[in-house]
């Protein structure tokens, strides 16, 4: 069995659904400060693996929306969103960094996963579409013809060089133009609809992508829940097109919880990824009679 095959045994051994590997000339394009050799120096290869999120934390989220169960929201952020995901997550890197450097001495750094493990070093999206694991959605998320939108990342950096596999090349996951649900369904209007407003444009690895402009004030909004619409015990923020200042004052006003792991509650939203018909959504969901649909239009 080769090295690369042993990685991805690896990955999978410790809870991975998928393993992608991406060479270091798939980011040129990178920011400063951002790209992999900025992180290790020496950097060859990237590895992405990925995680599925469980059907039943998602479903949690359509009992919210469509029952109106906002106190079961909590199931989401810990099983689906900011807690177990990317503890697997983190262990699984540090299994696959600590494989690859007992068994060929290369330094292999694993990077942070979620919002919950020190930062972000890179662009997870952007690794997971240059390892070939999927390509990005409307929404901004990556796309997996496994899963759809509804999948974790974690990226490990290494200095050993690893073949690299190909681009996603199959059936077109997104298609805005004809679909569009995303965008319907965001309470706080943060995804700019499809032909409105001019995509934003990434070219991970080469493979040419689109996706449409987000107001992360207006996204904020929701997954911190600052209104009472939007499930907050308070209006924290009082316009529907918040500034990323009045954002910041309401994050000040807001109580630090006490309970959980996070001082503000990140997992409110999330409909883009819950709706999002790719990764056989309906016969998961809607034909279960698991969820109505986005408004009963899915």
């Known amino acids: ?21 991406a060479a270091i000339d798939r980011f040129e394009e990178s920011p400063q400060g951002r790209h992999p050799c900025d992180i290790l120096p020496g950097c060859k290869s990237v590895i992405v693996i990925g995680v599925r999120l469980l059907d039943g934390a998602i479903q949690v989220n359509f009992r919210a929306f ?31 960094a600590q494989f690859i450097e007992r068994e060929t001495g290369a330094c292999t750094t694993p ?28 929404s901004g998320l990556v796309m997996t013809p496994e899963f759809g939108p509804r999948i974790r990342f974690g990226v ?9 596999d190909p681009l996603y090349k199959g059936k077109k996951l997104c298609e805005p133009e004809k679909c569009g649900i995303c965008t319907s369904v965001c309470p706080t ?9 001019e995509p934003y444009i990434a070219n991970p690895g080469g493979k040419h992508s689109e996706y449409c402009r987000i107001s992360w004030p207006k996204c904020q909004m929701a997954i911190h829940a600052m209104t009472k619409e939007l499930g907050g015990s308070e209006d924290y923020v009082t316009t529907l097109d918040p500034t990323p200042q009045d954002i910041l004052n309401a994050q000040n006003k807001m109580p630090i919880l006490e309970s959980g792991l996070q001082h503000h ?27 109505k649909g986005a408004s009963g239009g899915i």
């Open 1 to 21: 069995m080769s090295i690369k095959d042993q990685i991805r045994e690896v990955a999978l051994q410790h809870g991975m659904d998928l393993c992608g590997i």
């Open 189 to 197: 209007g943060a995804l700019s609809k499809y032909g409105e407003a």
């Open 156 to 164: 490990i950096l290494t200095t050993l060089e690893l073949e690299p």
């Open 265 to 291: 509650t990140s997992h409110n939203c999330g409909k883009c990824l819950s709706y999002c018909p790719t990764g056989n959504w309906g016969q998961k969901f809607k034909k279960t009679g698991i969820s």
């Open 66 to 96: 469509e029952d109106g169960r906002r106190d079961l929201k909590g199931l989401y952020g810990t099983y689906g969103y900011a807690m177990l995901p990317n503890f697997e997550l983190t262990y699984a890197c540090y299994a696959v």
């Open 111 to 138: 990077c942070s996963t979620g919002p919950m493990t020190n930062g972000a070093q890179l662009s997870l999206r952007h690794a997971a579409v240059a390892a070939g694991l999927g390509e990005f959605s409307w």
